[in-house]
């Protein structure tokens, strides 16, 4: 069991101006690791919300600080502006007599596949594997999203594990569109996982419209239940629907895991 009492946990998170539930999980997974009392203090910080990634640093009292990104795959905000904002030098950062411990993001560890696996059975617990088609869907774009890279190594290594008919990733602005998931899947069963940290506009209602499971302009107020209206019957199949795979609480688990392999890779600093 990992004890550190002695050091700080930092999780940066994404937030935004607009969706309130987009810091959501990042909170609910500091409480998480709060509660098993693994770190002498734990902290939060977030791109678009407050506390600020300039800030946060300033929040916690301990000379040794771990900084774990509660993001999907490694990127312009893992390489670029985490590191810009809180000053850091590289996986290794000494600050006066502080020694900053730059992590991997959560979604880049292979225990995530677990946490996917996990979801999935959860969600369509009904559906035999393999009669069953499991699309993991991710942002995509032309503009080179690494989400998308993060997305098809998990098809991969769930694909090679056999135990569903198919496993294959879906976007949303490029091919494989998800819009044309009864054309891409074979199947009778589809059932789709969304690999975003939180529940948000694409979650609540852009999936789910391109789905055909939602009309465009639903209230939204009703997006919420999306997620437990399983199965649903659309395009002659039966369709289940995921919530985003970073409300998983086992994602807890996975920070955790993310700072063991940091110090297994940085003996020295452990």
């Not at 203090?41 to 900084?67: H, Q």
């Amino acid at each position: 069991m990992l004890a550190k009492p002695a050091s700080a946990l930092v999780l940066v998170g994404h937030g935004s101006t607009l969706n309130p539930d987009s810091s959501a999980p990042t909170h609910d997974h500091a409480d998480a690791l709060r509660a098993r009392h693994l770190f002498g203090e734990i902290a939060v910080c977030f791109w678009k919300e407050e506390p600020s990634m300039r800030e946060v640093l300033r929040m916690v009292e301990s000379d040794d600080v771990y900084v774990v990104p509660d993001f999907i795959s490694e990127g312009y905000f893992t390489r670029t502006v985490i590191p810009r904002e809180l000053g850091l030098e590289g996986d290794l950062t000494r600050a006066g007599n502080r020694m900053i411990k730059y992590c991997a993001p959560v979604g880049s560890h292979p225990h995530m596949t677990d946490v996917l696996l996990k979801r999935a059975r959860e969600t369509a617990p009904d559906a035999p594997p393999a009669e069953t088609s499991l699309v993991i869907v991710g942002h995509g774009t032309s503009l080179n999203d690494n989400s998308a890279v993060a997305a098809k190594e998990q098809v991969e290594r769930i694909g090679a594990l056999g135990l569903y008919g198919e496993v294959l990733a879906a976007y949303m602005e490029e091919p494989p569109l998800i819009a044309e998931w009864d054309q891409i899947t074979r199947c009778p069963n589809v059932l789709v996982l969304p690999f975003f940290i939180a529940d948000g506009l694409h979650s609540y209602q852009d999936i789910p419209v391109l789905l055909g499971i939602e009309e465009e302009g639903a209230p939204a107020a009703s997006q919420r239940e999306v997620f437990r209206r399983n199965p649903y019957t659309a395009r002659g199949r039966r369709l289940y629907y995921a919530s985003a795979i970073g409300t998983e609480p086992s994602i807890a688990d996975v920070i955790v895991d993310q700072i063991v392999a940091f110090d297994a890779a940085h003996p020295a600093a452990a």
